[in-house]
């Protein structure tokens, strides 16, 4: 469809509105989504709350932060120029790398012209009568536009702990995700870190570096594998340049969009000697191979991932010196891969340094915050910095942090209260023209790779309404009902699907969040765009359009 027919369409329909499209947030998937409306002639506004671009690349500061896929899968594709002209320092990039290619996308495409910044949406309602949205923001400024979509990520609504007396701290105090803009020094400073998840674990290995004294407080520890990272030369990056369309190819046939596949052999049709071997060489390999390329039983039978389970033990015993604090760092709840692997750097070796405290919560409960520190039962420790790595309320929590109201009043926390219900995880029954980039029970894996094709598919429903003059897009109560039914099916017999962690929907000081829920397409990336491609290509008939 031509830019200009699109643009003529939308004058026709939505002359009355402020917007054609309203896109919240401005992180991967918002950018991209932004991008592909322009392209479509549309009348497009993203509202952003942060100050800057990035989503997850602009909140997440902490010292540590990086991609754990490697940066070269990660960028964004949809622009050979693009490609051409960034260069990759290191093979999983830092936070300030990936914030200034973020910074460096939006320049070269314009974005920043249609981003309204420090802006809050806080409710978006469904107008029956005229087949629209209108957004309500922090400001109290009402917009409207024909279509809504979400662009607001899986890990943007962190959770505090239930912790009394958090207010009363006097030192610093702060949540990973809204870590300050100005350095933090902690040489010679008692610092506390509260959990030991991927964020944890990533500021953890940095933070021992300088600190006087580190006290990590750990309810559940986490399997961690090697990242193995490294610089990329001139000569590398150009090898990886001119390889691009074989990366690329590589991800999009992987379950997890990653480059890593899992290796074709049962657990136990492998002798101990060759499976030793196997296991011996992904765990010295950069990223997710000793996850993403284990052997194919290995997150389904539980003796296969028994034995993983203790290969990944052997490996931190064999790490810290202490063995009552490393039997403390080996999980007991959940086996290895059940949970997203967090990978690290020296993170087990931290536990060797005299400044570093280990602090089971379970052996001494955490009974209160003070104003110099912290209070277990056995002793109060007092602190300069207090640092909260407690996690999000994953993947439908930020949903939930705005007044969403589709036909009849009907409110999404409501509709999604024992769990979300989707369509292809971007549309939701009762919330017509509302499409979510990422949404639950769509095809999760290697963030960058999957927000495209999600950010494509929306584009392509949106060009044909355009197309055909429909002022009105929605899911249908029957393909809600199959599309839902159809992924917890497919989940049912995963191990990870078990287990409390974000991926679950899990957030222990979450009301209502404490048993897990299939909340994600568990069949691999190549299958579920399938299942939407032949959706689209038979001219979206499972919508009702009009």
Not at 232 to 253: F, G, H, T
Not at 275 to 294: C, D, H, M, T, V
Request: one cysteine or more; a negative charge; hydrophobic letters at 35%.
């Amino acid at each position: 469809m031509s830019v200009n027919g699109a643009s003529s369409c939308s004058q026709n329909n939505n002359k009355q509105l402020d917007y054609d499209v309203i896109i919240i947030g401005a992180g991967v998937a918002g950018l991209y989504q932004l991008h592909c409306m322009r392209e479509l002639g549309l009348r497009v506004k993203s509202y952003e709350a942060g100050s800057g671009v990035g989503g997850t690349w602009y909140w997440n500061r902490y010292p540590g932060a990086r991609f754990d896929s490697e940066s070269w899968t990660y960028g964004y594709s949809f622009s050979k120029e693009l490609m051409d002209e960034w260069d990759w320092k290191e093979h999983f990039s830092s936070q300030p790398e990936n914030e200034r290619y973020l910074n460096y996308v939006a320049d070269k495409f314009g974005l920043r012209e249609d981003i309204q910044f420090n802006t809050t949406v806080t409710a978006a309602k469904y107008q029956e009568a005229e087949g629209s949205w209108e957004i309500i923001l922090d400001t109290k400024e009402k917009v409207t536009s024909r279509f809504l979509i979400t662009a607001i990520g899986i890990l943007s609504a962190p959770v505090m702990p239930t912790i009394e007396g958090i207010s009363q701290f006097k030192g610093q105090s702060f949540h990973t995700y809204h870590w300050p803009k100005e350095e933090i020094d902690f040489t010679g400073k008692n610092v506390a870190i509260i959990g030991t998840g991927a964020t944890a674990i990533q500021a953890i290995q940095e933070i021992a570096k300088d600190a006087g004294q580190l006290s990590v407080y750990q309810r559940n520890p986490n399997w961690c594998a090697p990242l193995n990272n490294g610089k990329i030369s001139k000569d590398e990056m150009q090898d990886i340049r001119a390889r691009y369309p074989e990366i690329l190819e590589r991800c999009k046939e992987t379950p997890g969009c990653y480059i890593h596949s899992t290796d074709p052999r049962k657990t136990l049709e492998t002798s101990p000697e060759d499976r030793q071997e196997f296991w011996e060489k992904l765990y010295a390999s950069p990223g997710f191979g000793i996850w993403q390329g284990n052997f194919d039983d290995m997150l389904v039978d539980r003796e296969a991932n028994d034995l993983a389970s203790e290969f990944i033990a052997s490996k931190i015993r064999q790490r810290v010196k202490d063995p009552v604090t490393a039997e403390k760092l080996i999980p007991k709840n959940h086996g290895f891969g059940t949970r997203r692997v967090p990978l690290e750097t020296h993170y087990y070796e931290v536990y060797n340094q005299s400044n570093v405290e280990l602090v089971d919560i379970n052996d001494t409960p955490i009974e209160r915050v003070t104003e110099n520190g912290i209070m277990t039962s056995d002793q109060e420790r007092h602190f300069d910095i207090i640092i909260y790595a407690t996690g999000f309320d994953a993947i439908t929590g930020t949903f939930e942090r705005i007044d969403i109201e589709g036909e009849q009043g009907a409110k999404l926390k409501e509709v999604w209260k024992d769990g979300p219900q989707t369509y292809l995880g971007f549309l939701v029954q009762g919330f017509p023209n509302m499409f979510m980039a990422m949404g639950p029970h769509s095809g999760l894996g290697n963030y960058t790779r999957t927000a495209e094709y999600s950010v494509e598919w929306i584009t392509g429903v949106i060009r044909h309404a355009m197309e055909k003059d429909f002022t009105r897009v929605a899911a249908t109560s029957e393909g809600v009902r199959d599309w839902t039914d159809y992924v917890l099916g497919l989940g049912e017999d995963l191990l990870m699907n078990e287990i409390g962690s974000w991926m679950t929907g899990v957030n222990n000081n979450v009301e209502g969040k404490k048993v897990p829920r299939i909340m994600r397409y568990s069949g691999g990336h190549p299958a579920f765009r399938d299942h939407c491609d032949k959706i689209a290509s038979g001219g979206y008939k499972t919508l009702s359009c009009n």
